[in-house]
């Protein structure tokens, strides 16, 4: 593929990826600041919601991947997105619970870190072009 091509995609995947991680970042504001729901349980819930977000724009938007394996590439992004949540959960328990940092800068941190990988992982593995 082009590199003009993989820049397109990617710019799309860098507004999408916003999208689902206000998504993500929302909910997990609201659910521990407004209902007082421990931070963790906030971070594995706000996941489980913006992943059903996340998926579709990124199959159907940023990668324009038309292919009837919903199953198959719905199974290895959850699968890139649970590796992903553990170490997220990991870092926001050492750095909020041990360092005492604001849960909401660590998110925002832990997914600034994490976009580059998503988007290798999704554009080489699991939507490459045919």
Do not use: P, R
């Amino acid at each position: 593929m082009k590199l003009k091509e993989i820049i397109n995609k990617f710019i799309k995947y860098a507004v999408w990826w916003g999208i689902a991680a206000i998504v993500d970042l929302s909910i997990l504001y609201i659910l521990t600041s407004i209902f007082w729901i421990y931070y963790l349980i906030s971070a594995t819930i706000s996941f489980i919601v913006s992943f059903f977000v996340w998926f579709f724009f990124q199959k159907y938007i940023t990668f324009e991947n038309y292919d009837k394996k919903h199953m198959s590439q719905g199974f290895l992004f959850l699968v890139f997105q649970v590796i992903w949540m553990w170490i997220n959960l990991l870092l926001l328990y050492i750095w909020v619970s041990i360092l005492w940092f604001y849960y909401l800068y660590v998110a925002i941190f832990n997914k600034i870190i994490i976009f580059i990988w998503n988007f290798s992982m999704n554009y080489f593995f699991n939507f490459k072009q045919k």
